[in-house]
Every structure is written in structure tokens, then in C-alpha cells.
């Protein structure tokens, strides 16, 4: 699977930006996938999750109700909605796609090349 994440940039706080991640591939759906995000001298975290059947979500504490994760699997993407956004959001974001829901990056099998999120206050 190769994955592309794009849609990044610079907004205001309490501002809103989507993230898209677009991914080759015929096994896109049986993917787990999610969205990390990583700011200078902090170690990657998993920001959302979502698993195949989007049933089942994972959202950090620190986004909860203002981060929304879904995906389109007929169109082999990804989004991350993300509104409310604070200075402490700023990040390069990754998506990732791993074989089971993890919080731990070292087990996702692919990576997009990240994109930068900036909040200014």
C-alpha cells in the first residue's frame, strides 16, 4: 500500500482544515488506518484511528470532539476533519496503515510522506 496524505497548511485558530489521504492498492480496506502527528522535539502520536468497517474509531483525549476520522474505501481515502483548531494542533500530521488498530507507530507497515498542519494563535 502506498499512501499520499495531503491538505495541510496554515489557519487560524478555532479554524478547520481536512486532511486527505489517498492510498494504492487493492487491500485498502482491510486496513486499519490512521492519522499520527509529530511537532518538533515530540515523539509521533496517534491523533485518530479508524478500522475497515468504520465501525470502530480511536480519537487521542486531546482531539476528542474536534477531530473527526472517516474513510471512503470505494475511493481508497482517508480523511481527518479537523475544526477547533489550537497553536498545540501545529504538527506535521502522517497517515499510516497498519494490520490492526495500534497507538504504537513502530507497528504500522506504511506511511505517507506527512503533511504540515499550522495554527497561528
Known amino acids: 500500500v502506498q499512501l499520499q496524505a495531503s491538505g495541510g497548511g496554515l489557519v487560524q485558530a478555532g479554524g478547520s482544515l481536512r486532511l486527505t489521504c489517498g492510498a494504492s492498492?487493492?487491500?485498502?480496506?482491510?486496513?486499519?488506518m490512521g492519522w499520527f502527528r509529530q511537532a518538533p522535539g515530540k515523539e509521533r502520536e496517534l491523533v485518530a484511528a479508524?478500522?475497515?468497517?468504520?465501525?470502530?474509531?480511536y480519537y487521542a483525549d486531546s482531539v476528542k470532539g474536534r477531530f473527526t476520522i472517516s474513510r471512503d474505501n470505494a475511493k481508497n481515502t482517508v480523511y481527518l476533519q479537523m475544526n477547533s483548531l489550537k497553536p498545540g494542533d501545529t504538527a506535521v500530521y502522517y497517515c499510516?496503515?497498519?494490520?490492526?488498530?495500534?497507538?504504537?507507530?513502530?507497528?504500522?507497515?506504511?506511511w505517507g510522506q506527512g503533511t504540515q498542519v499550522t495554527v497561528s494563535s
Open positions: 479508524i478500522g475497515w468497517n468504520v465501525g470502530s474509531t
Open positions: 492498492g487493492r487491500t485498502f480496506s482491510r486496513y486499519f
Open positions: 499510516a496503515a497498519n494490520t490492526y488498530l495500534s497507538r504504537d507507530p513502530a507497528s504500522y507497515n506504511y
